[in-house]
Each structure stands twice: as structure tokens, then as C-alpha cells.
């Protein structure tokens, strides 16, 4: 895989941030655009396109040969460790080697403290414990926020980026952040060679963090995990989320330091601790549909959240970010999902809820022992949604 | 130091021609200290300037990354009278560290961080100093024998042409009850953090490839290398786990291409000598995986091998049975290098309760041995 050498240049307002990767797969052109108000912060060191291309030369099993100059500590970590710990998480890859035009030990001290913004709990927590809170150091307060179209988005791409974006802005201006939104077309990249979001977020991310070197000496992501959670569960393998306390540090230069944050803390607390930041009760934003900017109210997530603050006595405080009506209808039907017990969450829910005295109804209970209960509810619901449908368009 | 348990002084001693390195700043006792202090359940009070950095790690992420190990540690809490970035000149030294006890990883460690064996390592990761510990890994043969091996060790380093740095230190005396395997992380890397004024890396050669790391009460500490070191860093000091994109078995095929192991490679887990004992489960375990790489005599210096021979047909049954921590690995290890197993090792292995009633036996002739 050769890479060529970074360039950035400006088209219709933005500054792009540019590479042609020539690879088994044919030539593709990966680029990153920003609004030209925050080009004063990129960097055109070749770091972000060697991080985002890391695991598709990997599973091409291709030497990346890059026209550009990259961190001298990034390249160690890339060159041995990092590879071995991507192969254990995905067996697919192969150890490649990588052949820097030139490496570069970085003497830019910058003093921004970034983080990734995307009105989910992870992200408010972050905010809070980084932001809203006095007595952080300085050197840890956030300066800047980010917003990503790196893959995150899925079947709503750029449309659902935009939405989402402009949905949170005016907290952010209020709050008085600068909010860097970055588009991108990275997610190509890693469709060519069949890598999920899931198994790819930290790089992907990472990639986006290293672009602004110029200017931030920091970048905290907002961990999903508790470090219990990564104790070698089948589902720990191809969800490099799980991983992101060693995969995060590894991947900074001298300039740019990255560490995830929230590992001590589940998504039960980080709830409770949320429900304390006034923002958050118009603006959260912890829908996982791929429709609307904003809560569906109804997803997985949705309801997880919707309950967890139910149960906290807490969820009147969300009648801007959520239909509770809506939820107080359906809540019921929610209920055998987290007595399944089957992931991180679904356990600390119910661990919660025993704790505050909640009692969940026996038929949820029975529906939750109920073999195959989430596929036969799933089927349920597809062939009642195809009747209606049918039944819509008979009296059209 | 002055806790529930009363007032004793930590300290660390270096070869006084090693003083331009040593920081009078807390950051050291900060690391060494937490978890005691955790055990005890005492907020800790710090006089001396503490970097920034680790007070915000100490204060939150690492407790809890503790907490996943030990789940009767405490929280507590840090109240720091001066907190102040670490700072260095710039002219000051940016050494680079690892631990040296001869064994598997540490030479790894070495073979990787140094340009004879790896020619691409980059400046700022090649290894400048080594370090030797007396932080508790020596057993009930505490300051003797850590003295002992460092004088095996001596030449090794001398021949690398590093300075050969022996730390001694009264830290055990601080984690009473805790095991090393439970805290030997904390205690190695506060020995390298009070070098911080010319050490700016201490690449910590962690045991646990990838694979086998997980945070799960009553694990070894080991198994959060890659997760805790980072968290133990200041503004001028990195601690960095390495060689955990090798397995146990990699480092060893690794390390029959470093002559200077085949003179000095001390694996040996038992505390009574320097050198290895070849009967204990560590010195097999590398025994077996010497001679599946075919390069087993070359070690003849290190082991005795007549004892190997005598005794490897006991012992095989035990990893094939699955006995140890490792044991799979071996036998992926020996088959991918086309090693068979004994016929003999594989009979015993299928006799039933062959392993029990060796035990038995074992402990009849003890008996009978006192009589």
C-alpha cells in the first residue's frame, strides 16, 4: 500500500486534508474537510492517514509506504505492539511493516484539550467531568469539541451527520466551544476491505484526533466500558471498544497525548452523574437509529437510558429529549431485555433496579427465560410491520 | 510514611554515581504508596510536589483499574499539597530504562530496545540504562540474593555497554499481605519513577501477551500491564508495557538468536540461589520450549541438562494434562515447531489420576523421608 504525501488545501470554504492510497484494491483518494476557521489547527504530518490506514493495509496484508513525516513514538507503537494487539482482536489481519518517508521526534507543544461530542452519556459525562466541574486543571479542561463522519453515522452518513451536528451547535455555542465538525470519506475505506465500525472505532477516531496537532495537546475519549469488561467474553473479540484503555494511550505522539476516560465508572452511574448537568435534559442524544438527529425513543438505547433514569426517579427532567408518554406505554414490553443479562449493560440495569427496590413483572421475567425470546419478539414485530403495510397500502 | 499502622520512612538507595538522575519529587512514593493505602483504606497526604498528571490518574482511573484486581481495596482519596508538572530542562538526559533480571521478558525487552538486534528501533525508545530491583521479587532470599543476582548479571549488561543501575529498597515492608504477583508493577515502576530527572521512558517488560490480558479479581497484575502503565506516567516520564504482542513461547524462539542469553538466561521462579533450579515449574516450561526450537544445548551452561532428561518425562504429563497457566501454549508451541511429545510423557498423561497419585507418593516419601 503506498501512501501519498498529505497535502491540504482549501475548496468552497473548507480546508481538505488529503492522501492517495494505491493499494491491491486500486487507487482511492481518503480525505478529511474541516471549516476553514479551524485550519489554523491541522497538522499535514502523514500520522492521521497512517492510523487510518493501519488495519486496511493490515488485512490486505500490504507494507503501507507512506510519502509523508510521522511522530517517531507513533511509529514504534504502530511498527510492533499496536499490530499485535489489533491481530489478537481481529485474527484476520497480518503483520506488515511500515516504511515512513521520514520520522520525526515532534517539538510542537500544543495546549487545546479536545474531546468528541455527540450528546450521548459517554460524551455528557466526559463534559462534565472535564468541563462543567471547577475544579479541573487546566491542562485537563476541554478547549474544543469535535463531531465525526467517520462511520459512526451508518446508513444516515452525511445527511444524519449534518442533522445531528446542527442539532447540538447551539449548546455547544452557549457553552462557548468551538464545535469542529469533520467530514470525511473514511468510511470507504474500510467497506473495501469489510471492517465494521465496531471493530475499527478507536483508529477511526484517532485518525480524525491526530488531524489537529497543530493545536490540541489532548484528546480524551469517552470510554463505553468499565475495565471489567474486557475479561476475554466472545464478544470482546472484533469490538475493539472494549480494548480502548491500551488501544487509546498507544496511540500518541509527543505532541498530542490520548487517553479514553469513564473506564471507572458504568453506564448506571454515568447516567446517574448526567442527570445532574441541566444541558443534558434537552440535549441528549443517545438514539442508535439512523433516521433522525435526536431520541426515536424506542431503540435499545433509547429505552435502556429511559429506564435506568425511571428508576432513578429522574426521567421527568427529559420531557424535552424524550416522548414519556410514549415510553410509559411501552415500557412494559422493554422489560424481560435487561433480566436476559446477556451484555455489560443489560446486567448493571438490572443490578440497578433490584438495588432501588424495582420489581420487574413475572410475565417479563417468564418472556426473559423464554428460549430465543428476542428473536421471536424480533419476527413477531417484522410480520406485524409487513401487515400493516400491506394493510396502508390496501386503503390507498 | 505514617498510617493506621504507624510512621516508617520509604526509601529507595542508589550507587552514588547514579545521583544526577535521582528526583527528590513525591511522584515515586505517590506510586509505591497507593495501594498500601488503598488496603488500609486512608486517604493519602502528600508533602512533596506531585505531578499533575498522576494525581489526575491516581485520583480516579487507576484506583478503579486496582479495584477490578482487588476488589477489597478502598477508595481513597489525594490531597496534594503542591501539585506541580514535572519538569525538565532542556538539556536534561531523556534516558531510557527496562528492568534486567535476566529471565524471558526482560531480555526480550532488551533484544527489541536495542539496535544489535533490532536495527530500526527508533532513538528515543533505545534502551540507555538498566535497572535491577530489590522491590520484593526476590522472596524470603530478599537482599542476598538480590545482591547475588545482580553480581550474575553484572557482566551481561557490561558487554551491552549499559550502566547497570541495582535499586534496593525497604518498599516490602509497606506491602505486607500483598502478594508481589499482586502489586509488582507499582513496585518496579516507582523504583524507575524516582530516576525521573534523567529517565523519560521505563518500557516495562510485561508478562501476558494480548491474549491473556483482562481485568478480573485475583488475576496477577501482570494482566493489567498494558491498561496500568500508562496511568503511572508524569509530564516527563512514560511507563510503557512491552512485548505483549508476543507470546510466552514467541520470546523464547526470539531469544535463541541473542547469544548472550545462552550463557545467562534465568528464568528460575525459586528463591533460595542465583541460576536456575530446573525443577521448578518455570525453569521446565522453558526447558521444553528450548528444546522443541531445537536450541536447547546451547543453554547447557544455564540448566543442567542430565537433570532435564532425568525428570522431563514427569513432567511433560502435567502440560499435557493442562496443569498450568501456560500449558496450551506449549503444546501449540511444540507442535508448530514439529516437537512430539515423549511417547512415555503421553502414556502417563492418559493413566488415570496419574498426576494424584504422584502427588501422593510424593508427599509418602516426604513423610517417610522425616521419619
Redesign the interface.
Known sequence: MKISHPVLVEEDGLVKYKVTIESSLGSQILWYSVDKEFGNLLSDHADTAVVAALIPAMKLGEDIEIDGTISEKLYYVLSSAYQGLLKDIIPTLKTIRIKPQSIEIYKTKSTGVMTGFSGGIDAFHTLNRHFYQDHIPNSLRITHLLFNNVGSHSSGGERLFRARYNRLLPLTEKLGLPYVPVNSNLEELYRSVQITFRASSVLRNASVALLFQEGIGKYLFSSGYKYIELNRQPNVTGNLSYWEAIATPFLSTETMEMFSVGHEYTRVEKTLQVSEVEDSYKWLDICSTNKLAGNCGQCKKCLQTQFTLDIAGKLDRYKSAFDLDRYYKIRHNYFPEPLLRDDPFRREIVDFAEAQGFKFPLRAKMLANTPYFLELRDVARWIRDRVKGQKVGEKK | MESSLGANPLWFSFPEQYRELVSDRADGAMVALLLPAMVLGEDIYIDGPLS??LY?NFS??A???LK?LLPQLSRVQIHAEH?E?ALKSSDSPEGVATGFSGGVDSFCALA?HLPRYKP??????TLTHLLYNNVGSHGSGGEGLFRDRYRTLEDTAQHFGLPFISINSNIGLFYQGIAFEKSHTLRNTAAALVLQRGISAFLYASAF???R????PGRSMGS?D??LL?LLGTETFEAIA?G???TRAEKILRLTKVPETYTTLDVCASSKKAGNCCQCAKCLWALVALEATGSLNKYSSQFNLDRYYQIRDRYLPEILLGEHLFSQELLDFAESQGYEFSAKSRLLAKVPFYLEGREMGRKLRDRLRKK
Not at chain 2, 490480558?213 to 478480573?216: D, N, R
Request: glycine share 6%; charged share 30%.
Open positions: 499533575e498528571r489526575y480516579g482511573r484506583q478503579a483499574l477490578t501539585l508538572p527489541d530500526d528501533v527508533v532513538p528515543s525508545r501477551d494480548y491474549g490480558i483482562e481485568a478480573k493489567i498494558p491498561m500508562p512491552v505483549s504482542e508476543y
